[in-house]
């Protein structure tokens, strides 16, 4: 999704601003610009191809200068055109960059074309560059920052943006309500951006703004000033943003590097864990767990998946009532509040729009109890619950997440097995037993990833199709939904999932023999019951893609492709039977030669409702 780069320094800061975006492309974007102060006046770039490209349009212009700012835009008012791209230019005098929606634009568009203000994009964003621009004029003492918080206070929505003005060449301001934005800091000069990683190599000193808190920054210091206008200090945190992110080693694309980093980040995940204490989700939690009697788990995409997969657990081994919503539901309809609920929002990067609304829409109904389960340490999740619990995934590049999906669940089965705990509905010899198949995971994942050659060969034959059904049942029916998720992201296949039991109820309608069907068999207590699904899928002519444990009892059939997992029971099934589809997915879209880590229309991190 849409990211930001600014910086006001004591050298050229082109390489910064190119550098940023080129850091933050796996966001997803459909264009970017980069536009700088150059002898005085405001010069830009702007592209609708690959920040690679926007580059070396750059070096061609002869961009240089020590303020300015940059982008990469995905679109939502207004085509991916150049003409809609960021930087936003108005009368030549305002520059700036905006992430998020601005949802009464169409009045203030109206209400600035009577002032004389013609319009040279569709985006939202023109508007705020316009309002600035205006409320400059009307102020004596042509301060920018008093017209940009004048500005924003006629904004609805979220933004984050960046700005700077030709009449101040050595300032540039940052603003955010509803967006995240950081300011970088550094001896040489400061810098603004959406995401940290931007600036790796840049800044190690971060300070994360609040909502409504407007940023004034120079190459000699940052001045910040909150909602009400008052100067506030926020906290500086030492934060080394990691170099090997965009270091792809032996594979071919950052998806195949994260489903294969999965055996030592859940080590990572899991070797930390020697008992099950609620401190693990933060100095608060031994008392919160003493309240709740239930949860609410909100989250989006691929988070939605993991929770839905936990909604199992919680029920199973902590006798927990849990109920799953997709956040962008959940915040606009009317629930009943039980206070001892514990409102968990599940979220890789802790910044989706949805999700983080639906966090405060929970607070503000009166909800006591929050807790984030998140990948990034200083999120806005992160910042705005009482409890935390970070996944540890490290950064995850792909738009369609894999290893931050299996942390998430990891992190989610050490919260029911430590609400076990805490209830006194485990015993330790149960304890133990958990610990252990956690402790064992990375081994079991090994092994489910040297099946890769086999499913290569699956997914050469799969890369015909045009639909697939996914089936699972219970709690490996989260992962049949995700399977299909997988598929469609980055394929374009398009993949529907069931639980099993549903078939009968209308998908088997579809089935012929063009139809795929990827099941997902464990050798559990619900077996013969997938058994008699099947049947029904091969009666109807259809190909059945079975991916079961080693021990499943199948019989060998006509027309029945089966790939066997090593052997595996007990809870953590999921989290080994979810890789051969991320594997499955990620083979078809490379035959189908997609751009697999930048899918088309898709963004990773969707800060825009
Ligand atoms: C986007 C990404 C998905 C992700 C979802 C939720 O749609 O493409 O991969 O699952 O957002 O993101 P979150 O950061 O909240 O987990």
Request: hydrophobic share 20%; net charge neutral; charged share 25%.
């Given at each position: 999704m849409c990211g930001i780069v600014g910086a006001v320094a004591r050298r050229d800061i082109v390489p910064v601003l190119t550098e940023g975006l080129r850091r933050l492309e796996y966001r997803g974007y459909d264009s970017c610009g980069v536009a700088v102060l150059q002898y005085g006046v405001p010069r830009r770039v702007r592209s609708v191809e690959r920040v690679a490209n926007l580059a070396e349009q750059v070096d061609h212009a002869g961009l240089s200068g020590t303020i300015g700012v940059a982008h990469t835009r995905w679109a939502t008012h207004g085509a991916p055109v150049t003409g809609n791209a960021h930087p936003i230019f108005s009368c030549g005098e305002i520059v700036l960059v905006h992430n998020g929606i601005i949802e009464n634009h169409e009045a203030l568009r109206k209400e600035l074309k009577t002032f004389g203000y013609a319009f040279d994009s569709e985006t939202d964003t023109e508007v705020i560059a316009h309002l600035i621009h205006h409320m400059r004029k009307q102020d004596?003492?042509?301060d920018l920052l008093v017209a940009v918080r004048r500005s924003l206070r006629r904004l609805r929505g979220a933004y984050a943006i960046a700005v700077f003005a030709?009449?101040?060449?050595n300032l540039v301001i940052g603003a955010r309500a509803g967006s995240p934005l950081v300011v970088g800091l550094t001896d040489r000069g400061n810098y603004l951006a959406s995401d940290p990683m931007a600036l790796a190599g840049t800044a190690d000193r971060f300070v994360y703004l609040e909502e409504g808190d407007v940023a004034v920054l120079t190459c000699d210091g940052v001045k910040i000033v909150d909602c009400g206008g008052e100067a506030v200090r926020r906290e500086v945190q030492t934060q080394r943003a990691s170099h090997h992110t965009t270091e792809l080693g032996p594979f071919r694309h950052y998806m195949q590097k994260e489903i294969f980093e999965q055996p030592s980040v859940l080590a990572d995940a899991t070797e930390r864990v020697q008992t099950l204490t609620p401190?693990?989700?933060?100095?608060n939690a031994p008392h919160v767990f003493k309240e709740v009697d239930s949860l609410l788990i909100l989250a989006c995409g691929t988070s939605y998946y993991s929770a839905l997969t936990a909604k199992y657990w919680f029920e199973s081994i902590a006798r927990l009532p849990t109920q799953v919503e997709v956040a962008s539901e959940y915040r606009y309809r009317e629930s009943v509040v039980n206070p001892r609920t514990l409102v968990v929002v599940v979220s890789q990067?802790?910044?989706t729009a949805d999700t983080l609304a639906a966090l405060r829409h929970a607070q503000q109904l009166g909800h006591r109890h929050t807790l984030a389960i998140c990948n990034v340490a200083h999120s806005s999740m992160m910042r705005q619950t009482d409890l935390q619990y970070q996944t540890g995934a490290g950064p995850e590049i792909g738009v369609a997440s894999t290893k931050a999906f299996t942390t998430q669940l990891v992190a989610l089965f050490l919260l029911a097995a430590t609400f076990a705990q805490a209830r006194g509905v485990a015993d330790a010899a149960r304890q133990a037993q958990w610990l252990e198949q956690l402790h064992h995971l990375p081994a079991a994942l090994n092994g489910v990833l040297a099946l890769e050659p086999q499913i290569i060969r699956w997914a050469e034959a799969f890369a015909h199709y045009e639909h697939a059904l996914f089936l699972g049942r219970g709690m490996h029916y989260p992962i049949a939904l995700e399977g299909a998720l997988k598929l469609k992201e980055i394929s374009y296949v398009h993949a529907e999932a069931y639980p099993a039991g549903e078939l009968k109820h209308g998908p088997l309608a579809i089935v012929t023999n063009e139809m795929p069907v990827v099941t997902i068999v464990p050798n559990d207590a619900l077996i013969e019951k997938l058994k008699s699904n099947m049947q029904e899928v091969r009666a109807r002519g259809g190909l059945l893609y079975v991916f079961a444990d080693e021990d499943a009892p199948l019989d060998d059939d006509d027309g029945v492709n089966v790939i066997r997992l090593p052997a595996h029971d007990g809870p953590l099934s999921p989290i080994l039977h979810v890789v051969p589809l991320q594997l499955l997915a990620y083979h078809t879209a490379c035959v189908r030669g997609t751009d697999v880590d930048k899918p088309r229309n898709l963004a990773k991190s969707v800060t825009v409702e």
């Open positions: 004596p003492t042509r030709k009449s101040d060449p401190t693990l989700f933060g100095a990067s802790g910044e």
